[in-house]
């Protein structure tokens, strides 16, 4: 069994049939190069979900309220290669909300904008479980009401729009920045 439908067991067993992937247009090619990298990730200081902060209208909806508010490092995101060990596919960009979300199982999580959120833009592969390098940030993790991505390194959780504070599960990812 994969991590990914391992995850998908665990995580999304009570999930109905009647789920549907949402698809939309791709996220402005802002921040991207030939290397497959899409810079312009960000920690959003009010709720603490990896957003993208590089699209030209809008800094998506956070559920602390209003837009996300970037601060910290500028990541750079590996996206379309293979994943691996320690390298786990399908994260996306919700065309919402703006932040990373996981879509590797049939529920796409709660979006901030409201229902679940629409994919849009690449297929990002993340690094996890591995000795941080020179600039990575560990402590990022999978949060699973919303299935996306926060930072995990702080004590206090932040507002989770589904209750409480967020919750951690599975890898511990390692992002590289700027």
């Known amino acids: 069994m994969t991590a990914i439908s391992r995850r998908c067991l665990l995580l999304s067993a009570t999930v109905g049939a009647g789920a549907a992937l949402a698809t939309s247009g791709a996220v402005a090619a802002q921040g991207a190069n030939a290397a497959g990298v899409q810079y312009y990730w960000g920690f959003s200081n009010t709720c603490y979900a990896m957003f993208f902060f590089g699209h030209p209208t809008t800094t998506g ?50 979006c901030a904008a409201g229902g679940g959120h629409i994919m849009a833009g690449y297929d990002f592969v993340l690094p996890h479980d591995v000795t941080p390098p020179p600039n990575h940030q560990p402590d990022w993790r999978y949060r699973r009401k919303y299935k996306s991505l926060f930072f995990d390194g702080y004590e206090q959780k932040e507002r989770c729009l589904a209750g409480g504070g967020h919750r951690q599960q599975g890898y511990m990812f390692v992002l590289p920045y700027l």
Not at 62 to 79: D, I, M, Q, R, T
Not at 88 to 102: H, L
């Open 61 to 110: 909806v956070c559920p602390a309220g209003g837009g996300h508010v970037y601060a910290g490092y500028n990541f750079g995101l590996p996206h379309d290669v293979a994943p691996s060990e320690h390298a786990q596919g399908d994260w996306r960009n919700c065309a919402d909300c703006q932040v990373m979300f996981y879509r590797g199982c049939p529920d796409k999580g709660r």
